[in-house]
């Protein structure tokens, strides 16, 4: 089957640093990738949802400014958390959609900032 | 706008008895159905989804599920649970094929020996 990575798959900073996590389409060009982020033992929260070449659409609540998102390609998606906090302490999910809808997700990047 | 409930925050079922978790949505057209299964600090396993057809789906792992329009539910079910089928399970709804999935907050499935 398709196949979605993530990078990294876990990552730790320092408050006010920016990190960057990778969603790749390994093996099929993706027309949307959606990003979700995850807190300890709950659900899955879509924050945005991304075509390539154009500018990311972002869910209500969600900031756009603190969750940078880049669909450079058909293969290509990355979010950057800027000026990282501990409250962005969090596990972030990302899928990608084929040209015949079917969905994939990556294995997720756990954040860590302290 | 769609929503999903997930009744049972957390479940216990002996080894090898059978399992039911409870799914509701809400949507005015037919949803895309979907189950997944999450490991602690793992990514989604799709179980299986529901688009049209037949409303018994079968899915990976021996599980199955039933949209039942009337009752505007999708509940999954496993004849025998195994341990290792102990983990956090997600229903979630789509309006159509590829986009984004809404998901209930999840039923965590312990399985007692």
């Known amino acids: 089957g398709a196949v979605v990575s993530q990078h990294p798959s876990r990552v730790i900073c320092k408050s006010g640093t920016s990190v960057k996590i990778e969603c790749r389409s390994l093996?099929?060009?993706?027309?949307?990738m959606f990003w979700y982020r995850q807190f300890p033992k709950q659900s899955l929260m879509l924050m945005a949802t991304?075509?390539?070449?154009?500018?990311?659409?972002?869910e209500q609540g969600v900031e756009k400014d603190k969750f940078l998102i880049n669909h450079a390609s058909l293969t290509l998606s990355t979010l950057t958390v800027t000026s990282a906090h501990p409250e962005d302490s969090s596990f972030y999910i990302c899928?990608?959609?084929?040209?015949?809808?079917?969905?994939?997700f990556g294995e997720g990047s756990r954040l860590t900032v302290l | 706008a769609q929503s999903v409930t997930q009744p049972d925050i957390h479940i216990t079922v002996s080894e090898g008895a059978s399992l039911e978790l409870r799914c509701n949505y809400s949507y005015g057209a037919t949803p895309y159905l979907f189950w997944y299964v999450q490991s602690p600090g793992q990514g989604l396993q799709l179980l299986l989804k529901?688009?049209?057809?037949?409303?018994l789906v079968q899915g990976i792992k021996g599980f199955e599920a039933e949209f039942k329009r009337s009752q505007s539910s999708f509940n999954l079910r496993k004849p025998s649970v195994h341990w290792s089928d102990a983990a956090e399970y997600f229903c979630?709804?789509?309006?159509?094929?590829?986009?984004?999935?809404?998901f209930g907050k999840g039923t965590t499935l312990s399985v007692s020996s």
């Open positions: 991304s075509n390539e070449g154009s500018k990311a659409t972002y």
């Open positions: 979630a709804v789509a309006n159509q094929a590829g986009t984004a999935l809404i």
């Open positions: 529901y688009f049209s057809g037949d409303t």
């Open positions: 093996d099929f060009q993706a027309t949307t």
């Open positions: 899928s990608a959609s084929t040209y015949t809808g079917e969905l994939f």
